[in-house]
Structures are given as structure tokens and as C-alpha cells.
């Protein structure tokens, strides 16, 4: 049976398909993880061309960290309201407008001619990123039965790592061979094309048709729809020890994105390009852990959705103990075996706590949730790593400030202890809250 494709310029008033295919579903979570793959290149591909650029145009360390940092600027202010913006008024709307915003914000850093106009490009590059994490794991759920949301979740956030990866690595053989002007060309392409794709087969109302009837959601545009307050973000205690425990291990991934190439350079005295390549590896690692980390939950999980906080602080502690020892070991084999393992681990609790968060809150704000598991990861974990190693690092050296990052595994997992055990009161506050919202609206509308 084919896929359902609507037409690009009606696709909002056309009417679903009749029959349902069971293609759909996967049809769509290929096109919004291939989306996230675009995402990151668009936002790590310019990693490539610093040398170029920076002879080209005179430009400072300074000048050339800005080009990355306005982007993680960007996406810290924005993804909370332009993810209520997504559950009050489209997701399939904001999913498309920041694919494209960012696709063309790419085109225009190919043609700047300065510093300034590159950092204005870079700067929509960030507005048209902010969101699509969290947007794109909503659209996602609620499409698959939930005992699947752990794997869904973290191989979708897997796309961040292996669209790092790519970006950079395409974006230097093409830089090499064409030209810097041509890495942005090409990754601009490659998402405008995506976008036309995903436009043509995906809209509100065949998302409303594929709804999983265990997920108890309506699209946001449906007039029947429950909204409940966004203060039951952080109703319980349950739900904010998924963020803190979220946050606090992904600083561990963190500070391995960041200092891994300075730790092979300078441990295992390799040129800088060698280097970066081994470090490319531990984050193929990094993104591979995150997507198989999130099967195992569902597997250990799809009895008891309890269990995914257990296998959250096992993989939590297997990290520490992990990373712990590969540090504390000299460089060598043995080293790079352990602190493959640790890698693994190291991001696991991705696809967990999206699926936990998402079981906290209720379907009508779930793009806002994840967003603000994403702002958490970034806020307590991705943004403070590293500068809190590189502190550590200039008073203890790299190895040794690289041995304390483990003990934010050890918080992370007393932070899930927590939550587990007051898992049971937040879903039944969940249940109060909806019930409560649905009684009022009938009320009101009496």
C-alpha cells in the first residue's frame, strides 16, 4: 500500500486518506529524524571552514566562536515559546517554517561577504533551529504505542550527534574540493529539498488520522482538544527530577563532545586532524548509545513504564564507573575500550527521559515538555561543561578535571531515585490535572 501525499500548497484542507497504511507512521519519523540530521548540519558545518574563513576575512578565535555560539544562543531563548507556539497552534506549521528558516538562513552564509552578514545568517540558522528538537520528538510520539517512546526518542536525539559528524565531515571534503562557499550551498539544498518532501506528505489532519489510540491526544487544532495549563510542566515532584537527572547527565556528554579532541592531542600526542577524527568516533559512539539505550528501556519497560527509570540510573551509573576508570587509566587500548563503554553511555538517558517526561505531561503540551527537556539539557548540562572542565582543566590539568565529570552521572542518578519514587504520585496528578481541565471547559461551556 503507498504512502498518503496531499498536495503541497492545500495540504491543511484536504482530507485524509481513507485507509490507513502502516507505512505512514515510519514514512514520517524518517522524514522529521532525516530533518534533524539536516539541522545539525546546517549548524556544525561551518566547524569546517573556520581555517578558510578566518584567512579570508581576518578573523579572530573570538570572531570565529561567535559563528557557533549565537546558534546555542538562539536556540536557549527560543525553544520555550516557540514550543508553545507549536502545541497552541501546528506543530506540522512551526516543523516546516523552522526547516525552512534555517535552510535559508544555510543559503545566505554561502553569499556573505563579511564577518557581520555571516553572523546575521548564523543568527536565523539559530531562530530556525530553536524548537525542531522538541517539536519534532511530539509529532513523533504520538504516532507510535508509548511502551516504543524510549527508542523513538533517543534515535531521533541521535540525529544531533550523527549530523555533527556529517556536517563537519562533508563540509571539509567539500570546502577542500569547491570551495567554504559551497559547504553552506550544499547544506541548504539538502533541506529545502526535505522540506518539499516533508510538505507534501505530512500535515495536521493525516496526524490526527495516525494518531495511536493508546496516546489520548488530539492534533492541537482540534476544537475538542483538552489543553491543559502549562504550569503542570513542573507539577510534582516526579517530572522535575526527569529534568534535573537529564540535565545533569548530559553534562557528562557534554564535556566528552567538547574535550575529547584536546584529550587525544595531547595524551596521545596526535596532529590535531588525527585527533579529531578519533573524537569523531566516540560521538558515532555517543549517538549510538543514545538510540540503543532507548530500545533496551522499551524492552525492559513494556510491562512496567516504572522500569524505565531503573534502566535511566543504571546506564546513569555505568557511565560513572565507565569514564571513571578510563581516566584513571594511562592512555592506551585498555583507555579507549573503557572509555568506548563510557561513551555509550554517556547520553543513554535521552530517549528514557523523553519517554518519562512525556508519560508526566499531557499530549496537548508534550512539544512543550520535550522542549523543556532539551532547555534543561542545555542549561544544566550541554552550555556549563565546557567551561566548568576547561576551569578545572587550567587548575588540575585535563585528565584529572576529565575524572570529575563522572560525579555528575552520580547526581543524575540520585536525582531519577527520587523521581522514581514519586512516579506513581505524578502520574495520578496528571490524571487530577486533566480531569479537573476537561470539568472546567465542560462548566465553562454550559
Request: charged share 10%; net charge positive.
Amino acid at each position: 500500500m503507498g504512502l498518503p501525499t496531499v498536495d503541497f500548497e492545500a495540504a491543511d484542507d484536504l482530507a485524509p486518506p481513507p485507509k490507513l497504511s502502516k507505512l505512514y507512521p515510519l514514512a514520517v519519523f524518517i522524514l522529521i529524524f532525516a530533518l534533524m540530521l539536516s539541522d545539525y548540519m546546517s549548524r556544525q558545518v561551518i566547524s569546517a571552514v573556520f581555517p578558510m574563513i578566518k584567512a579570508d576575512w581576518g578573523l579572530s578565535d573570538t570572531h570565529l566562536g561567535s559563528l557557533t555560539g549565537i546558534v546555542a544562543l538562539m536556540v536557549g531563548v527560543l525553544i520555550f515559546p516557540l514550543s508553545v507556539a507549536a502545541d497552541r497552534w501546528g506543530r506540522v506549521r512551526l516543523l516546516v517554517g523552522s526547516a525552512l528558516l534555517w535552510s535559508v538562513a544555510t543559503l545566505f552564509c554561502a553569499f556573505a561577504g563579511s564577518y557581520s552578514q555571516m553572523l546575521v545568517g548564523r543568527f536565523f540558522v539559530g531562530v530556525g533551529e530553536a524548537a525542531y528538537g522538541g517539536i519534532g520528538a511530539a509529532v513523533i510520539l504520538g504516532l507510535f504505542a508509548p511502551d516504543r517512546r524510549a527508542a523513538l526518542t533517543g534515535t531521533f536525539m541521535s540525529g544531533a550527534m550523527f549530523g555533527s559528524v556529517a556536517g563537519v565531515s562533508l563540509g571539509g571534503v567539500i570546502a577542500v574540493n569547491f570551495g567554504w562557499r559551497w559547504t553552506f550551498g550544499v547544506m541548504a539544498i539538502v533541506g529545502l529539498v526535505l522540506v518539499v518532501v516533508f510538505r507534501s506528505v505530512v500535515n495536521e489532519r493525516c496526524l490526527a488520522l495516525y494518531q495511536h489510540p493508546d496516546d489520548g491526544a488530539q492534533t492541537p487544532n482540534d476544537a475538542g482538544d483538552v489543553r491543559v495549563p502549562l504550569s503542570s510542566l513542573f507539577k510534582g515532584v516526579s517530572v522535575i527530577a526527569a529534568y534535573i537527572g537529564s540535565g545533569l547527565q548530559m553534562f557528562v556528554a557534554g564535556a566528552l563532545l567538547t574535550w575529547l579532541p584536546s584529550y587525544v592531542n595531547r595524551y596521545y600526542d596526535l596532529a590535531p586532524d588525527k585527533a579529531a577524527l578519533l573524537a569523531a568516533v566516540f560521538v558515532l559512539v555517543i549517538g549510538i548509545g543514545m538510540a540503543g539505550c532507548g530500545m533496551v528501556t522499551d524492552r525492559v519497560s513494556r510491562l512496567d513504564h516504572s522500569k524505565r527509570w531503573t534502566s535511566s540510573i543504571a546506564f546513569c551509573l555505568a557511565s560513572a564507573i565507565l569514564l571513571l576508570t578510563a581516566f584513571t587509566l594511562t592512555p592506551g587500548v585498555l583507555q579507549l575500550i573503557f572509555l568506548g563503554f563510557g561513551a555509550f553511555f554517556a547520553a543513554g538517558i535521552a530517549g528514557p527521559a523523553g519517554a518519562m517526561v512525556a508519560n508526566l505531561t499531557h499530549a496537548s503540551i508534550r512539544a512543550t515538555a520535550i522542549g523543556t527537556v532539551t532547555l534543561s539539557n542545555n542549561l544544566i548540562g550541554l552550555a556549563p561543561a565546557p567551561v566548568v572542565v576547561g576551569m578545572l582543566a587550567d587548575r588540575l590539568g585535563l585528565n584529572a578535571a576529565l575524572q570529575i565529570v563522572p560525579v555528575a552521572s552520580v547526581l543524575a542518578s540520585v536525582a531519577l531515585v527520587i523521581g522514581k519514587r514519586y512516579y506513581a504520585t505524578g502520574l495520578q496528578q496528571l490524571n487530577e490535572t486533566t480531569q479537573n481541565t476537561a470539568a472546567n471547559r465542560t462548566g465553562n461551556a454550559t
